[in-house]
C-alpha cells in the first residue's frame, strides 16, 4: 500500500526451517524493535516504508537478521546486488582498494576509473561510445535531461526544450528526475508546474488502450507540442515499478521518429542494466540503438555508483571541467563495480536470468490463472516480474492485497521489498541473478501459499 507503514508489535508466525528460508521468532523479531523504534525516532517518516526486518548480513541470495531468522531474497536490495550479496570478489576487490591507499582523487585522474570506463565501453552496444560516471541512478537520469535540452538548443534554438517521458515513469527522486517522471503523488510540491516536461501514456500499460506510436504522436499534439520542438524522449526501459516493457513495434517507430526529428532518445536503465532482463542491456530486447542510457544500481552489486553511457557528440557538449561531481567514480566504488561486472560477464548472469524466466514466469502465471479476478497482469522479462493485483470485476489498482501478500511472503521468510507500481499494486519480483531453479521453484510456491491466505 503506497505509505502503509507495518505494525511493530510482534506477532506469533509459523515457524519455517528449509535450505533457503528459517523463522524462528515473532516477527518483527523482538530484540529487533528497540532498532526500528530508534530509526523511527530518528529518521523522516519516509524511511519507514519496508517491512521490518533488520538486516544483519546479506549473501548469495540470502538476507539475515541477529536473531536466526533467514530470508529467502526476492528483492536484490532493490534491484543492487546482482551479482549476489556480499560476493567475495567483490569483497576482495574493496579490501584491495583499500589497501592501495586511495579512497578518494574527485574528477582527478585514476587508474581504476580509466580500467572502469574502458570495460564499461568494450561490453555494451557500439553506439554508447563515452561513459560519465556519477553516484546515484537520479543524478545518472538528470544528467541525461541536461544533455538533451543542451543537445535541443544546439541543435534547435531555444525553443527545442520539450523533454518527453512516461506516464507512471520513475526515474529518481531530485527535482529533475522528478520532473521527468510520471507519478503525480511525487510531484505534488512542484510549484509552479514546468511546462517543458510533458508525459505521454505509456503503451506497455494493460490499462492504456492504445498502444499505438499514432497514439503516442495525437498525444502530444493534444498537449500542443510539436515535434520542432521536443528535445529528448525518456523511457524506463521497463516500467519498473510494474515490470511492463513498451511493444516493440512502439519503440522502433520511436527510434525512426526521433532520428527523423533530431531528438535524443535515452533508456532509462538503472533497473533494467547489466543482465536484469536477459540480456546485458534491457534496450537489447527493441533492437534499437540508444543515444545516452541511464546506469545504477546493479552497476556495482553494491556501493553506489551509476553512469551515463552514449553517443559521443552528446557526452562531449560540456567543456572541461563543467560537467562533474565530487564523487564521479569513487575509486572505491569504481573497484566493486569492476569485479561486479566480471562477475556478471564471466558467470554469464544475462543468461541465467533469461533460462531462470522460464519457471519464475511459469509459476506466476499459475497464480494468476487460479486468481484471475484479482491478478491482472504478470509482467516482466528475465529476473524481473511483478504481479499486478486489482480488486476482483475491474481494473482499479489492489494496493491491499499487494500489501497484504508482501507482508504474508517476509513473515514466510520470503523477502520483498513494499508493493511498488501503481499506486503501490504490484508485488514485484527481482532476486539476485545468481539464483538458482531450486530457489526460485521454492519462492513462488510461498507467494502462492500467500495469495491463498490473503486472496483464497
Ligand atoms: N531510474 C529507475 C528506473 C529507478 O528504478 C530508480 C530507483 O529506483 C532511479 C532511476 C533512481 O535511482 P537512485 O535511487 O539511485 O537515485
Request: charged letters at 20%; a negative charge.
Given at each position: ?91 576482495k576487490a574493496l579490501k584491495d582498494q583499500v589497501d592501495s591507499g586511495l579512497l578518494h582523487n574527485y574528477c582527478f585522474p585514476s587508474e581504476i576509473r580509466s580500467r572502469l570506463a574502458a570495460k564499461l ?155 536484469r532482463t536477459g540480456t546485458l542491456f534491457g534496450y537489447e530486447h527493441y533492437g534499437v540503438e540508444a543515444d545516452l542510457i541511464a546506469c545504477g544500481k546493479g552497476i556495482s552489486s553494491s556501493l553506489p ?101 508482501v507482508w504474508k511472503c517476509v513473515q514466510k521468510g520470503l523477502l520483498f521489498f513494499s508493493p511498488v507500481g501503481t499506486q503501490g499494486s504490484a508485488v514485484k519480483i527481482s532476486p539476485p541473478l545468481i ?22
Amino acid at each position: 500500500m503506497a505509505g502503509a507503514t507495518y505494525p511493530l508489535e510482534p506477532i506469533d508466525v509459523p515457524q519455517v526451517e528449509t535450505k533457503n528460508r528459517k523463522i524462528v521468532t515473532k516477527l518483527p523479531a523482538p530484540e529487533s524493535i528497540a532498532v526500528l523504534e530508534k530509526l523511527r525516532e530518528t529518521e523522516p517518516l519516509s524511511m519507514s516504508g519496508q517491512p521490518p526486518i533488520v538486516w544483519d548480513r546479506a549473501e548469495g541470495f540470502h538476507v539475515y537478521d541477529r536473531w536466526g531468522n533467514k530470508w529467502l531474497d526476492f528483492t536484490s536490495g532493490v534491484l543492487v546486488a546482482s551479482a549476489g550479496h556480499s560476493r567475495p570478489e567483490i569483497a576482495k576487490a574493496l579490501k584491495d582498494q583499500v589497501d592501495s591507499g586511495l579512497l578518494h582523487n574527485y574528477c582527478f585522474p585514476s587508474e581504476i576509473r580509466s580500467r572502469l570506463a574502458a570495460k564499461l565501453i568494450e561490453c555494451s552496444p557500439a553506439e554508447l561510445q563515452k561513459v560519465f560516471l556519477l553516484t546515484t541512478g537520479a543524478e545518472a537520469t538528470e544528467c541525461c535531461i541536461k544533455l538533451a535540452k543542451t543537445w535541443g538548443q544546439k541543435v534547435g534554438g531555444a525553443d527545442k526544450n520539450v523533454f518527453v517521458s512516461f506516464e507512471g515513469a520513475f526515474h529518481g527522486r531530485t527535482l529533475g528526475a522528478q520532473l521527468a517522471g510520471g507519478i503525480p503523488g511525487l510531484k505534488t510540491w512542484i510549484n509552479p508546474v514546468d511546462e517543458s516536461f510533458v508525459q505521454a501514456p505509456f503503451p506497455g500499460s494493460f490499462r492504456v488502450e492504445d498502444q499505438s506510436f499514432d497514439g503516442f504522436l495525437k498525444v502530444l499534439a493534444e498537449k500542443g507540442v510539436k515535434p520542432g520542438q521536443i528535445c529528448g524522449v525518456m523511457t524506463e526501459t521497463y516500467q519498473g515499478g510494474d515490470a511492463w516493457f513498451a511493444p516493440v513495434d512502439f519503440v522502433r517507430d520511436l527510434r525512426k521518429w526521433c532520428d527523423d526529428n533530431d531528438v535524443v532518445l535515452i533508456f532509462d536503465e538503472v533497473q533494467a542494466g547489466f543482465g536484469r532482463t536477459g540480456t546485458l542491456f534491457g534496450y537489447e530486447h527493441y533492437g534499437v540503438e540508444a543515444d545516452l542510457i541511464a546506469c545504477g544500481k546493479g552497476i556495482s552489486s553494491s556501493l553506489p555508483l551509476s553512469a551515463v553511457m552514449g553517443r559521443q557528440e552528446i557526452l562531449d557538449q560540456y567543456g572541461p571541467g563543467s560537467m562533474t561531481s565530487t564523487h564521479t567514480g569513487s575509486p572505491l566504488c569504481c573497484a566493486a563495480a569492476l569485479a561486479s561486472l566480471d562477475i556478471v560477464l564471466a558467470e554469464n548472469l544475462s543468461a541465467n536470468a533469461a533460462e531462470m524466466e522460464k519457471p519464475l514466469q511459469a509459476g506466476l502465471a499459475e497464480i494468476k490463472a487460479k486468481y484471475p479476478d484479482n491478478i491482472a497482469n504478470v509482467g516482466g522479462k528475465g529476473l524481473v516480474a511483478a504481479l499486478n493485483m486489482v480488486k476482483p470485476g475491474s481494473l482499479d489498482p489492489d494496493p491491499d492485497a499487494a500489501f497484504n501478500i508482501v507482508w504474508k511472503c517476509v513473515q514466510k521468510g520470503l523477502l520483498f521489498f513494499s508493493p511498488v507500481g501503481t499506486q503501490g499494486s504490484a508485488v514485484k519480483i527481482s532476486p539476485p541473478l545468481i539464483i538458482d531453479e531450486e530457489a526460485i521453484t521454492e519462492g513462488v510456491g510461498v507467494i502462492a501459499e500467500a495469495c491463498d491466505e490473503v486472496l483464497g
